[in-house]
């Protein structure tokens, strides 16, 4: 599914790995194309958008929504925007949250700056554009297929409070001047501060009541403004489902109002709730 919705070069592999002595230090998977065509940056390098894609691998996704997932990703792997994908699920059974991989493209040129700089250099740098714009989308494709596969809907607890918590810090630091955060999760709480879930489904849940668990247990973040789109809302293991547990408008509307006042008082707007897709594309 994932190699027909992003095809590539197989000779993208051997160039990017070649640039990747030139690449910036700390965690970009991307050569710094400045860097490998030993031109002069005239301005810091910003970052447009980055997109944090957060992934709950205690969700059981099936091969539509994992279909949809690249669909909504895939538009922002453009010049100048980055990306950064993250996995959680619980602090248990030898899984946790990590960075799956970040990578930042470079913006073209301005037409000015590339008046001033040999041609060898402009094809040089022209290349490692293109090099990262195959780069980024078979190293996009390797970690959503890496956290997918590893996860389970038979891990015990699913801490989604917790990790939020903790990958907020990462997306509030973010130098971009847009943040978007796709969260791919089933957006239910099941840890020692609260279950969603009652005799294998949903349970309809008092948002008051939950929020007030949150700050008891100083479970606020801060997510620098970004703009949240989810996923997955709501959904439960297959089997579960083929039992015919029934999802009725109000639990989910009780699930989308304390996760609405979540985001809203952890510096951020939850755009989309998808119950359990997304019924638009992120802009």
């Known amino acids: 599914m994932m190699q027909r919705l992003h095809p590539w070069l ?20 991307l050569p710094d194309c400045y860097q490998y065509a030993q031109l002069k ?7 447009q958008t980055e997109l944090f894609v957060v992934i709950d691998q205690t969700t059981p996704f099936n091969s539509d929504l994992r279909q949809s997932l690249a669909q909504q990703i895939s538009p922002l792997l453009s010049p100048g925007n980055a990306l950064t994908v993250f996995a959680f699920s619980a602090y248990t059974q030898g899984y946790y949250t990590r960075r799956m991989l970040h990578a930042r493209m470079d913006a073209p040129m301005p037409a000015s700056a590339r008046d001033d700089s040999g041609k060898a250099l402009l094809q040089k ?3 490692c554009l293109t090099f990262q714009k ?7 494709q390797e970690a959503l297929v890496k956290a997918l596969s590893q996860g389970s809907s038979s891990i015990a607890k699913s801490d989604v409070l917790g990790s939020l918590k903790d990958i907020a810090t990462q997306v509030q630091a973010s130098p971009a001047q847009r943040k978007v955060v796709l969260l791919a999760s089933d957006m239910l709480e099941n ?11 949903v349970r309809k849940i008092d948002a008051a009541a939950e929020w007030k668990k949150v700050e008891a247990n100083q479970l606020q973040a801060n997510f620098g403004g970004a703009q949240i789109y989810v996923l997955g809302a709501g959904l439960i293991d297959t089997d579960t489902q083929k039992n015919g547990v029934y ?6 509307n009780a699930l989308r109002g304390f996760w609405e006042q979540y985001f809203t008082a952890s510096q951020a707007k939850l755009v989309d709730f998808g119950m359990p897709d997304l019924l638009g594309r992120i802009q």
């Open 41 to 47: 940056r005239q301005a810091p390098a910003t970052v």
């Open 10 to 29: 197989a000779g993208v592999g051997m160039a990017l790995c070649a640039a990747h002595a030139q690449a910036e230090p700390a965690t970009n998977a």
């Open 125 to 127: 740098f022209d290349q």
């Open 247 to 252: 999802r009725d408008p109000q639990t989910m």
């Open 134 to 140: 195959q780069g980024i989308q078979k190293l996009t």
């Open 191 to 201: 840890s020692s501060i609260s279950s969603f879930y009652s005799n294998k489904a």
